[in-house]
């Protein structure tokens, strides 16, 4: 078992910024892929960004490409997410993923550990 754990959540204004960690630690952790997804009360969880071994291959939701970057220091077993440019629909529960096996995914399904998740909320 993997356990992940994320920080840097809080309140900005939009325009604002802030940067997400994510740190594992535990079990088993080859780390293909880390991501990051999001839920907002209401809403389906729902796919933001994920970043390969490396770091060089990356996907975004349409909804934050040019806004936010993800990067990883896998020495330290850690992801970033860097948020720009917030928008108030950015609001909600962000929690970082990790997937083993198999290929770059934008669908929680096929992540196999989740963090318990740090609240973003963005003020107007």
């Known amino acids: 078992q993997v356990s992940l754990v994320e920080s840097g959540g809080g309140l900005v204004q939009a325009g604002g910024s802030l940067r997400l960690s994510c740190v594992a630690s535990?079990?088993?952790?080859?780390?293909?892929?880390m991501g990051w997804f999001r839920q907002a009360p209401g809403k389906e969880r729902e796919f933001v960004a994920v970043a390969s071994r490396s770091g060089i291959t990356t996907l975004y939701a349409d909804s934050v490409k040019g806004r936010f970057t993800t990067s990883r220091d896998n020495a330290k077993k850690m992801v970033y997410l860097q948020m720009t440019s917030l928008k108030p629909e950015d609001t909600a529960v962000y929690y970082c993923a990790v997937r083993n096996y198999g290929v770059i995914s934008r669908s929680p399904r096929d992540y196999d550990y989740w963090g318990q998740g740090t609240q973003v909320t963005v003020s107007s």
């Open positions: 535990g079990g088993t952790f080859s780390g293909n892929y």
